[in-house]
């Protein structure tokens, strides 16, 4: 079994940075098998149904959402076992909890969809403040 983390969110006005953190873990987990995951940031704004943000393979290529791109920085440190998603020029759209999402990756690739992700975080709530 593996948990998912999160932590970083907060309240910000707009404009302003955030970044967020998702540490995995688990009974047997460790470096070398998070190493072999893929992973993911998902948010989910009030009324809205979850969103794709940005994803990340075990080998550091990535992905990100339309609407994210050029603003937000999604990074792994296989070592700590964590994945992070640095957030800029934040504005209100960008409201919701953020979700960390994971899976083994065996090809190597990304996962995009969120019924690819067998695990996941409870959510960090982002504010952003006019």
């Known amino acids: 079994q593996v948990q998912l983390v999160e932590s970083g969110g907060g309240l910000v006005q707009a404009g302003g940075s955030l970044r967020l953190s998702c540490a995995a873990s688990?009974?047997?987990?460790?470096?070398?098998?998070?190493?072999?995951?893929?992973m993911g940031w998902f948010r989910q704004a009030p009324g809205k149904e979850r969103e794709f943000v940005s994803a990340?393979?075990?080998?550091?290529?990535?992905v990100y959402a339309d609407s994210v791109k050029g603003r937000f920085t999604i990074s792994r440190d296989n070592a700590k076992t964590t994945v992070y998603l640095k957030m800029n020029s934040l504005n209100l759209e960008d409201t919701a909890v953020y979700y960390c999402?994971?899976?083994?990756?065996?090809?190597?690739?990304?996962?995009?969809?969120?019924?690819?992700?067998?695990?996941w975080g409870q959510g960090t709530q982002v504010t952003v403040s006019s």
């Open positions: 999402a994971g899976d083994i990756s065996l090809s190597g690739g990304l996962y995009r969809h969120s019924q690819e992700y067998a695990y």
């Open positions: 688990g009974r047997t987990f460790s470096g070398r098998t998070f190493s072999s995951y893929a």
């Open positions: 990340i393979s075990w080998s550091g290529t990535t």
